[in-house]
């Protein structure tokens, strides 16, 4: 699996954006973008994914470089409960396994 | 609730115990996973089921590790004879599409502590 870097940890403040930055040179042309997150004593949860094209849902939004080295999580308005590890993940399509890094931790200052 | 509910929640073994964990996906879930988390780590996969058959088992640490999901619902990871750097969450996550076809969204349970004293 492509592998993934991330910042160890970021903070914002409460009711600002928040652009997480993950890069991955090495993606392939059938890796799709997976972001996850992990609230305290919480399983992970499902953010978002994507493979080329910018994407956005109710929790958040994905751009994507035009190159697909790189990708950011959006976070439109940061809130108290946003406060956990995001991981940023590749899966290929005929891959089977989701591989987790140490992903960033988030702090969302009152 | 109709997510995906792991038991025990916490679990204190003497070194040498073996432990079972259970882990009940969502129904209709053809896909479901281990993982093991240990403290400040990101989740590391254990192993993979498509239904009943076990695809994937790489990354099972030792043979003490063993997982099953006899019907393709429930499953269990038993490990035998435990010792402390097994301690660790050890996560369960179901999807409803088969890897391989769609970047399918994994569904975690809450997780089961384990503590091996």
């Known amino acids: 699996d492509a592998k993934t870097t991330q910042p160890n940890s970021m903070e914002s403040n409460e009711e600002e954006p928040v652009h997480l930055p993950c890069n991955h040179s090495t993606i392939s042309g059938t890796d799709y973008i997976h972001w996850y997150r992990q609230l305290p004593s919480q399983g992970p949860e499902y953010v978002i994914h994507g493979l080329t094209s910018n994407v956005n849902n109710r929790m958040a939004s994905l751009a994507i470089a035009e190159d697909r080295k790189s990708s950011t999580l959006i976070l439109h308005r940061a809130t108290l409960r946003d406060a956990a590890v995001y991981y940023c993940?590749?899966?290929?399509?005929?891959?089977?396994?989701?591989?987790f890094g140490p992903g960033t931790r988030l702090s969302v200052l009152p | 609730g109709a997510g995906v509910s792991q038991s025990p929640r916490y679990k204190v073994a003497k070194r040498g115990q073996d432990v079972a964990l259970r882990c009940d996906p969502i129904?209709?879930?053809?896909?479901l996973f281990w993982y093991q988390q240990a403290l400040g780590q990101g989740p590391e996969f254990l192993t993979y089921f498509q239904n009943e058959a076990q695809l994937d088992k790489s990354g099972l640490p030792s043979d003490r590790f063993f997982a099953e999901r006899p019907e393709g619902s429930v499953s269990t990871l038993k490990i035998q004879r435990t010792q402390q750097e097994d301690s660790a969450v050890y996560l369960c996550a179901s999807s409803r599409l088969t890897a391989g076809v769609n970047t399918g969204e994994l569904f975690f349970g809450e997780g089961s502590r384990l503590t091996v004293l």
């Open positions: 993940i590749l899966r290929s399509i005929y891959g089977q396994n989701f591989v």
């Open positions: 129904s209709g879930h053809v896909s």
